[in-house]
């Protein structure tokens, strides 16, 4: 449903401004942290215009799936979440 679809891409919108923020407003020990970080807002931003197309969705959702199911393409499920891990380092 496009309404739908449009509230979360608005909530994802909002998670990366929050990213930036935690980008322009802390010290980095670590570099992976930092481009983590950065290569999570690029990936938000580049799905900011999806569409209800079917391969715009399926894109759309493999990229919520592999943060929700903590799924990577090149290791598979991960037993932790990468981004949980992130945030607790920082």
Do not use: P, Q
């Amino acid at each position: 449903n496009e309404h739908l679809l449009k509230e979360l891409i608005c909530h994802m919108e909002i998670f990366r401004d929050e990213i930036f923020f935690v980008l322009n407003n802390t010290n980095f020990k670590d570099d992976r942290i930092f481009n983590f970080l950065k290569d999570l807002s690029e990936v938000i931003y580049l799905n900011r215009d999806v569409e209800l197309e079917y391969d715009s969705v399926k894109s759309f959702c493999g990229f919520l799936w592999g943060i929700f199911a903590c799924w990577d393409w090149v290791k598979g499920y991960s037993e932790s979440d990468v981004i949980e891990e992130m945030i607790e380092t920082i």
